[in-house]
């Protein structure tokens, strides 16, 4: 399997080389578009000085003369009445030319070789030494007319230019290739650094530290990385303390009711005492229930497996049936709950949209103290807002960021996690989302929290 590194150079050779195609091809395009018609006319112009000077200068033979122009680096072929024809300077590659050209031109018109010749895109014509690819003019030689075939020769003219230019270019190319392998070491060295780390966070060691200095996209890509690495740290120290949490939970009630019931077993306590062990009982297995909920809950919320089943009804008479179901709660604790409720009709999952109002409340009035207050109340603005605010102990700056995480239970110094298994609102935030709704936290240490629900309408 080809490794990153080898990719990267191997892409850049083929950037590299299919570019000098594209270029060359351009640069030919552009020749025969702009160039070829203005080279004709340049070769035009000196072909007809050449006619010009012989016919106006003393007389001169013009085969030596032809072999002085030929000697400037000129290919010339001369063609006279007969279809004779006699080359000065070097040779034509090929001299395939129609009679009827070199006649019409015997008869005194000029052959535009040049803008006519047709070469392919991968040969420039600028540089293709055939006859066909000259200018034909009449000259008089001896009183007769005769046709004088010209072309610069380029190979002579621009032989030098044509070696430095493939310096040039073979130069860049390996210069380029050189550069290119020693960049893509660089480039890929953060790469491998990031798979290491991949490695070390996959066998659970989340102590990374990478070059997240940069200011580049890999740089980004670092930062991310250790801040994920930092929040698997975090979920994974969550997932320990939970599981110690649930642990206790479900060992401490279990405790409880395996004691009572051996006490109600043996027969040797009073029937009162029966029925308070009893009803103690009942609500350690109420707390495994709720514990047991939860986490069901969750697990199905997160696989998808609890549809969202959508439904027009009355949001504030079930706000009122969870404070009624709850009333033995803060009745006890002597809390007074305050309701301003508009009539609310949303379309929603009820089932899902009850566990949020329940595990809020329920929320406010485990953190309440006694003769505390809970304010419940709802607005309608483009959606349907619901804020439920309580006197409570509060939630520190610092926590707030973590309260929707699961598992996170708060700083138990503040005694925030009574019988909780830090599932409550882990829960709520995953059935909002569901709802393609939102909720927000506001709270202040000693003075109360409130929780703002935003539900489409």
């Known amino acids: 399997m080809k490794t990153l590194y080898v990719r990267i150079v191997l892409t850049f050779m083929l950037v590299a080389l299919v570019s000098g195609i594209i270029a060359f091809l351009f640069s030919n395009i552009y020749y025969h578009v702009k160039l070829k018609e203005y080279n004709e006319e340049k070769i035009k112009e000196i072909a007809n000085e050449m006619v010009y000077l012989y016919e106006n200068s003393a007389e001169m033979e013009i085969d030596d003369f032809l072999t002085s122009v030929a000697n400037m680096n000129f290919q010339l072929y001369l063609v006279d009445q007969h279809m004779n024809g006699r080359k000065f300077g070097d040779p034509f590659r090929q001299y395939d030319l129609d009679e009827s050209i070199i006649q019409s031109v015997l008869d005194g018109q000029t052959y535009h070789g040049i803008s006519t010749f047709k070469s ?190 959508k439904e027009a009804f009355r949001l504030d008479e079930q706000i009122r049936e969870v404070v009624l179901l709850t009333e033995w709660e803060w009745s006890r604790k002597n809390l007074r709950i305050e309701l301003d409720l508009p009539e609310l009709v949303i379309r929603g999952d009820r089932q899902l949209l009850f566990q949020v109002w329940m595990n809020l409340l329920t929320n406010s009035i485990k953190f309440t103290e006694e003769n505390g207050a809970i304010y419940v109340n709802a607005t309608i603005d483009k959606d349907i807002i619901v804020n439920v605010r309580d006197k409570g102990i509060g939630i520190a700056e610092e926590e707030m960021p973590q309260i929707f995480d699961r598992f996170y239970m708060g700083d138990k110094s503040r005694n925030r996690t009574k019988s909780g298994s830090g599932l409550g609102l882990s829960v709520v935030k995953k059935i909002i989302d569901l709802h393609e709704g939102s909720i927000m936290v506001e709270s202040e240490i000693g003075k109360g929290t409130e929780f703002t629900v935003r539900l489409p309408r």
Do not use: C, W
Request: hydrophobic share 45%.
């Open 120 to 309: 392919n895109l991968f040969v420039t014509g600028f540089f293709k030494d055939d006859l066909k690819n000259s200018i034909g003019v009449p000259i008089k030689v001896g009183g007769e007319t005769e046709a004088l075939f010209v072309r610069p020769n380029v190979e002579k003219q621009f032989g030098e230019m044509r070696i430095v230019f493939s310096l040039i270019l073979g130069l860049t190319f390996l210069i380029s290739m050189v550069l290119i392998v020693v960049f893509a070491t660089f480039l890929v060295r953060p790469i491998k650094r990031l798979t290491k780390a991949t490695r070390k966070v996959a066998s659970g060691n989340y102590d990374i530290t990478l070059d997240s200095q940069r200011s580049d996209e890999i740089g980004a890509l670092a930062k991310n990385f250790e801040r994920m690495a930092k929040s698997l740290k975090k979920l994974d120290d969550m997932r320990l303390e939970f599981v110690s949490n649930v642990s206790h939970e479900i060992q401490s009630p279990l405790t409880s009711i395996q004691g009572f019931s051996k006490a109600i077993r043996s027969k040797v306590i009073s029937e009162e005492e029966a029925d308070r062990y009893l009803e103690i009982i009942e609500k350690e297995t109420s707390r495994l229930s709720s514990l047991s909920k939860q986490l069901l809950m969750l697990s199905s919320l997160d696989k998808e497996v609890k549809a969202v089943n």
